[in-house]
């Protein structure tokens, strides 16, 4: 089973750039995109009901054009969810969650640190309320993937320029933390599983300074799997050479 995240960075734009052919010709099993900026009437319709997929969106409850999450997928989820229960992190639409027959699935787009220390507060308390509600799925006996632009890089070989970005956020101490709590907790960051010391990987590139092109990225966007379903891990990657974004997709696959 073939699971792929993806930050469009705006479906409606994604969609005018190829989306929906990427999705006929990868087809994959099920796909997780980020950062939609859209509600689903808003969207054409190949995109709001793609050939093949059932389709579910949460969106900004506050914001038009802001956040939102979207989830495709070829079988259809025993359950589907809308956020973790806590208002003001779900009213801006960043968790969409498939219940399956052998996993359950979070799409997430979390939080962005920037605009000051109001809004990195808010990241950093979505991140421990985030850890708290899937560790409660596992205890329940349920077994966790989850994937999506996390919005931090976890180690200096996860962004070109580590030095300089020291204090900025995406590369914080505090932020970098909580990964490792995730790991600490038996989390597997799935790309790092089969590339532990790969250079240069990344899944973010600032579109003003051109910066795809000197691949001077960051690597921003995860599969991370509970450790009860690390058997069943396959492969996983960073499909660098999708454009239409500012970001590219990210993959796993698991065996079922």
Known sequence: MKLVSWNVNGLRAAAKKGFVDWLSETAPDVVGLQETKAEPEQLPEEVR???????????????????GVALYSKVEPKKVEYGIGIKRFDDEGRIVIGHYEKFVLLNVYFPNGGGGPERLKYK???????????EGLRKKGKKVVFCGDVNTAHEA???????????????????????????YHGYVDTY???????EGAYSYWDIKSAARDRNVGWRLDYFFIAPELFGKLKSAGISSGVYGSDHCP????IAT
């Open 49 to 67: 009901n793609p050939k093949g997929y059932f389709a579910y969106f949460a969106h900004s409850k506050g914001r038009k054009g802001y956040s």
């Open 124 to 134: 950093l308390d979505f991140y421990d309320a985030f850890l708290k509600y899937v």
């Open 157 to 183: 070989t996860d962004l070109a320029r580590p030095k300089e970005n020291e204090k900025n956020t995406g590369f914080l101490p505090e932020e970098r933390a909580w990964i490792d709590e995730l790991i």
């Open 250 to 253: 990210v993959w796993v696959e």
């Open 192 to 198: 790092r599983n089969f590339h532990p010391h790969k």
